[in-house]
């Protein structure tokens, strides 16, 4: 699932061995949660806060994690072949290597059998808390409606945007996150 | 991935009625929302039973739908070892009991798997345009947009809960008529 174990780096830092990379997500989802914490603290005086913590989760997912593109650890879960070049570049590499024309390097985009069902139960596993937060976020909407007298509107409300935020961030990062965290040590020999 | 039950393998045989079952069940759910936003008159705790009830409608999360319930795989019954006696080999033949043959097995596990990253490719689309479309909406017609949002949240909660399941229900081949294999080796 993850494409190159030579040039697996993030920020510089070699990310072959299973230990590296669950450092990172738990990192990743430090940073994350943070930014979380401080659009749903702040989101009444600065409610562009929560877009914010959305895109990050959405760099996070193409630049760090991967599967959404050709950036990233984890290889895109499409499975289909990058847009092809142009017909210059084909020219410049035909006179540069001439062999490796007609020979499409496959391996930074296409999954093995292993690596779709990896990519499918991964998928699997992230669907639960996805929908767990949707059914949170449900029941205190329906306990808005008739909120008791120690709690204030305003509080559930923030605590309806916090889960839903979180919930955004979870399905966009999730998947990939499982895939790093759960993949073995990478042999670079 | 569908139940062998008599109650639904009967009319669920086609993929043309799974499907047409799937479109009913969101067109209701489509109905239901216009009509309580309209009406303006919510019971919280009947939205909540009704989700649970419909997004579970088709099985998966739960026995007795048409889709078999998602849990672990089907192992082969436990059986002595007809020469050491050992019990720890597994049959694989032999009847299994009616829990056990709702297990999946591995192909099954596959499909479900596969419907769930299926169904989580199209969420994250419906997530990111209702987001914009309630944004949009409440500033065009706030009057109407604002208060029903928890009636526009029970719908979405419906169709998260539901989508794995229609996926199934959606992709889920026809069965190959019986004798074509007879046909396929003789000819």
């Not at chain 1, 990050?56 to 984890?74: D, K, T």
């Not at chain 1, 990896?118 to 669907?127: I, K, Q």
């Not at chain 2, 719908?155 to 199934?168: K, N």
């Amino acid at each position: 699932m993850i494409p190159s174990a030579i040039t697996l780096k993030v920020f510089g830092i070699p990310m072959q061995r299973r230990s590296t990379r669950r450092k990172l997500v738990v990192a990743t989802y430090i940073v994350l949660s943070s930014i979380c914490a401080a659009a749903a603290w702040s989101h009444t005086i600065f409610p562009a806060g929560m877009t914010y913590a959305i895109w990050s989760a959405i760099a996070v997912g193409i630049f760090i994690f991967g599967g959404q593109g050709r950036y990233g650890l984890v290889k895109p879960f499409l499975n289909k072949p990058p847009q092809p070049e142009p017909p210059m570049i084909d020219l410049v590499r035909l006179q540069l290597e001439p062999l490796s024309v007609g020979t499409a390097d496959s391996s930074a985009w296409k999954n093995d059998e292993r690596e779709l069902a990896r990519r499918d139960n991964a998928h699997y596993v992230a669907y639960q808390p996805l929908a767990i937060g949707w059914v949170a976020v449900l029941m205190l909407s329906s306990w808005a409606l008739h909120a008791p007298r120690f709690l204030s509107h305003d509080a559930i409300l923030s605590l309806i945007f916090t889960i839903a935020l979180v919930a955004c961030v979870l399905a966009l990062t999730l998947p990939a996150a499982i895939i790093l965290w759960t993949e073995p040590d990478i042999d670079v020999c | 991935m569908m139940q062998e039950s008599s109650l639904y393998r009967p009319y669920l045989r086609t993929s043309f009625r799974r499907r047409t079952v799937v479109v009913l069940l969101y067109l209701m759910v489509l109905l239901l929302t216009a009509v309580t936003i309209y009406r303006h008159r919510y019971f919280p705790m009947a939205l909540l039973i009704q989700t649970l009830a419909l997004g579970s409608l088709f099985g998966g999360i739960r026995r007795g739908g048409p889709v078999k319930p998602y849990g672990k795989l089907a192992l082969p019954i436990l059986a002595p070892d007809p020469d050491t006696g050992d019990a720890e080999r597994y049959s694989l033949t032999g009847t299994r009991a009616p829990f056990e043959s709702m297990l999946l097995d591995e192909r099954e596990t596959g499909q479900r798997d596969l419907a769930h990253y299926r169904a989580f490719v199209i969420l994250r689309w419906v997530l990111g345009l209702s987001a914009v479309a309630f944004w949009f909406g409440s500033l065009a017609a706030p009057a109407v947009v604002l208060p029903g949002s928890p009636v526009l949240l029970w719908a979405l909660m419906v169709f998260v809960l539901s989508l794995p399941q229609s996926v199934i229900l959606w992709t889920e081949p026809d069965p190959v008529p019986e004798g074509v294999f007879a046909l396929q080796e003789s000819s």
